[in-house]
């Protein structure tokens, strides 16, 4: 498609609960240990949710922080989408819920469910609306509460997972300014719907005292079959966008890849031939918060100063679906 208008990343926003489960707490709950988190994962602790926050209370404070530095007002945005897999409710969406706090109407709100790639997701929708010149501001959130649907009997899930929200302004741009959405990449392959998955809850198997007992509403995941799939699918992501831009790794300022596993994050950036520098990695601090990887580390990446403005980022995640993607900006 022939872009009519040019979008940018206009500000960027997060928010983390302030409550901290760290691996000595898990230590406690589930046989596991320190060390094997650390050493599996790079995990060191999480943010969790307190019982009367929902998915869109996070957002809510990230989308606050991400129009502030934006220099918008709720008023000047022309669409919410928001990525979660943990939305408040199955439906109403949360976009709704949070257009709602952020007290405008008027303006479509909705969510888009794609896993962890869910901001990359509603990142890539943004741009189009942008560039085809429907609308001027839109705020894109990833958001979630995996707290609540985390079983914290299975030590194969339970020390992974952590809540937050990480929000950005996409706003349409001048052909002079220096900021831009240079390009983005999705793609899903349901085949491997299975091995990532709540399994109840929906009209599959809708809520029963039997799923309640079976833990059938929580995080399902066959973690060494996804690991292998995510390094392959994110370098996919990420060959595709820089072949077709005509770029190489080399012109590459940084990398943001989701973060799940610290393992994963190398071995990609191995088969990526990128230098390690380069890679940001936030995953110590905050554990996997799905669709909410990318934009929190986007948004500490530049708050910190160390993201700044020309600076080309290449983003790629990959999640339940099976879903993968990529973003590519210049800051
Ligand atoms: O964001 C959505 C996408 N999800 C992911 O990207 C997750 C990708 N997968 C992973 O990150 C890794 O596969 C895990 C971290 C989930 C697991 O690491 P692994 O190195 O693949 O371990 P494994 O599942 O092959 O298990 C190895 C051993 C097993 O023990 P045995 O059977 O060898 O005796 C597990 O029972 O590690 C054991 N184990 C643990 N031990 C201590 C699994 N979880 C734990 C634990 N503490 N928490």
């Given at each position: 498609m022939l872009a009519k208008y040019n979008a940018k990343i206009a500000g960027t926003g997060m928010y983390v609960p302030d409550k901290i489960l760290n691996n000595f707490d898990l230590e406690k709950i589930v046989e596991t240990s320190d060390e094997w988190i650390r050493t599996r994962t790079g995990m060191i602790e999480r943010r969790v949710a307190s019982t009367e926050q929902a998915s869109s209370d996070l957002a809510y404070e990230a989308s606050l922080n991400a129009l502030k530095s934006a220099h918008l007002?709720?008023?000047?945005?022309?669409l919410i989408i928001v990525g979660t897999?943990?939305?408040?409710?199955?439906?109403?969406s949360t976009a709704c819920v949070l257009q709602h706090k952020l007290g405008v109407k008027h303006i479509p709100a909705f969510d888009v469910?794609?896993?962890?790639p869910g901001w990359i997701f509603a990142s890539s929708i943004a741009k189009q609306f942008i560039e085809n010149g429907t609308y001027n501001n839109i705020l894109v959130v990833g958001v979630e509460i995996l707290t609540k649907i985390?079983?914290?009997?299975?030590r194969n899930t339970c020390v992974l997972f952590g809540d937050g929200s990480g929000a950005a302004v996409f706003s349409r741009t001048e052909s002079?300014?220096?900021?831009?959405?240079i390009d983005s990449e999705i793609a899903a392959d349901?085949?491997?719907?299975?091995?990532?998955?709540?399994?109840?809850?929906?009209?599959r198997n809708p809520a029963t005292e039997e799923t309640v007992r079976e833990n059938l509403h929580t995080v399902y995941m066959e973690g060494n079959k996804i690991f292998k799939l995510a390094v392959r699918s994110m370098y996919h992501a990420c060959d595709i966008v820089l072949k077709r831009n005509h770029l190489?790794?080399?012109?590459?300022d940084w990398l943001i890849t989701h973060q799940a596993n610290m393992r994963i994050i190398e071995a990609l950036g191995r088969k990526m031939k990128i230098?390690?520098?380069?890679v940001i990695v936030n995953i110590e601090k905050y554990g996997n918060t799905s669709s909410a990887t990318i934009p929190m580390a986007l948004d500490e990446s530049i708050k910190s100063g160390k993201i700044r403005s020309g600076d080309i980022v290449l983003m790629a995640s990959f999640g339940a679906g099976l879903t993968s993607g990529s973003l590519l900006v210049r800051i």
């Amino acid at each position: 498609m022939l872009a009519k208008y040019n979008a940018k990343i206009a500000g960027t926003g997060m928010y983390v609960p302030d409550k901290i489960l760290n691996n000595f707490d898990l230590e406690k709950i589930v046989e596991t240990s320190d060390e094997w988190i650390r050493t599996r994962t790079g995990m060191i602790e999480r943010r969790v949710a307190s019982t009367e926050q929902a998915s869109s209370d996070l957002a809510y404070e990230a989308s606050l922080n991400a129009l502030k530095s934006a220099h918008l007002r709720a008023k000047d945005i022309d669409l919410i989408i928001v990525g979660t897999i943990s939305p408040d409710h199955p439906f109403p969406s949360t976009a709704c819920v949070l257009q709602h706090k952020l007290g405008v109407k008027h303006i479509p709100a909705f969510d888009v469910s794609a896993g962890c790639p869910g901001w990359i997701f509603a990142s890539s929708i943004a741009k189009q609306f942008i560039e085809n010149g429907t609308y001027n501001n839109i705020l894109v959130v990833g958001v979630e509460i995996l707290t609540k649907i985390t079983n914290y009997s299975d030590r194969n899930t339970c020390v992974l997972f952590g809540d937050g929200s990480g929000a950005a302004v996409f706003s349409r741009t001048e052909s002079t300014d220096i900021a831009l959405i240079i390009d983005s990449e999705i793609a899903a392959d349901g085949s491997y719907g299975d091995i990532l998955i709540q399994k109840a809850g929906g009209s599959r198997n809708p809520a029963t005292e039997e799923t309640v007992r079976e833990n059938l509403h929580t995080v399902y995941m066959e973690g060494n079959k996804i690991f292998k799939l995510a390094v392959r699918s994110m370098y996919h992501a990420c060959d595709i966008v820089l072949k077709r831009n005509h770029l190489d790794v080399k012109s590459i300022d940084w990398l943001i890849t989701h973060q799940a596993n610290m393992r994963i994050i190398e071995a990609l950036g191995r088969k990526m031939k990128i230098d390690k520098k380069k890679v940001i990695v936030n995953i110590e601090k905050y554990g996997n918060t799905s669709s909410a990887t990318i934009p929190m580390a986007l948004d500490e990446s530049i708050k910190s100063g160390k993201i700044r403005s020309g600076d080309i980022v290449l983003m790629a995640s990959f999640g339940a679906g099976l879903t993968s993607g990529s973003l590519l900006v210049r800051i």
